[in-house]
T-cell receptor, first 113, second 110 residues
Framework: DGGITQSPKYLFRKEGQNVTLSCEQN?????MYWYRQDPGQGLRLIYY???????QKGDIAEGYSVSREKKESFPLTVTSAQKNPTAFYLC????????????FGPGTRLTVT | QQQVKQSPQSLIVQKGGIPIINCAYE??????FPWYQQFPGKGPALLIA???DVSEKKEGRFTISFNKSAKQFSLHIMDSQPGDSATYFC?????????WGAGTKLIIKP
């Protein structure tokens, strides 16, 4: 059963702590993406990766970091430098070469207090 | 020039009505225009997509109308049902990166 998994679904952290969100896909897609979604707003791109060991900043990369050591995995770290980290985070993947359908995971809701 | 403007922000329609959601863009290099549907607490899922060489595309009860000269496209939902209540996003792309509209929260009243 192919798809994208994100874990955990809900995550709570104290201010000042780094936190890593997991994203795994078994669709054999080359490209992977991280988006942030805030209430009443569209999706904003944080980082994307078109191939293993390569990634680019999106529109709102400040305070975030990523790695792409394996094709199927694209973890996102929300660092303490991110001023307003509470949000719904969505991971997606697509075939290389675009534009193609982006397949989304179920999301992780992060709350930082 | 990279923006996609979506309207309305929210929409309430009676069951059986035809909600219409509109999007406008500026970048003429965009060549792929998808619509995504998102239910609360879930990730978006592709509903229907169109390329600018056609003016209309239908899939079931969902239709995209595309006006290349006006740089606008819209989503129509025929015979709308309460199960269609969701947030709808338009997007546009000229490569692997999607530029997203702000979303429309649609409520279909029974």
């Amino acid at each position: 059963d192919g798809g994208i998994t994100q874990s955990p679904k809900y995550l709570f952290r104290k201010e000042g702590q780094n936190v890593t969100l997991s994203c795994e896909q078994n669709l054999n897609h080359d490209a992977m993406y991280w988006y942030r979604q805030d209430p009443g707003q569209g999706l904003r791109l944080i980082y994307y990766s078109q191939i293993v060991n390569d990634f680019q900043k999106g529109d709102i990369a400040e305070g975030y970091s990523v790695s792409r050591e394996k094709k199927e995995s694209f973890p996102l770290t929300v660092t303490s430098a991110q001023k307003n980290p509470t949000a719904f985070y969505l991971c997606a993947s697509s075939q290389q070469g675009g534009p193609y359908e982006q397949y989304f995971g179920p999301g992780t809701r992060l709350t930082v207090t | 020039q990279q923006q996609v403007k979506q309207s309305p922000q929210s929409l309430i329609v009676q069951k059986g009505g035809i909600p219409i959601i509109n999007c406008a863009y500026e970048n003429t290099a965009f060549d792929y225009f998808p619509w995504y549907q998102q239910f609360p607490g879930k990730g978006p899922a592709l509903l229907i997509a169109i390329r600018p060489d056609v003016s209309e595309k239908k899939e079931g009860r969902f239709t995209i109308s595309f006006n290349k000269s006006a740089k606008q496209f819209s989503l129509h939902i025929m015979d709308s049902q309460p199960g269609d209540s969701a947030t709808y996003f338009c997007a546009a792309s000229s490569n692997y990166q999607l530029i997203w509209g702000a979303g429309t929260k649609l409520i279909i009243k029974p």
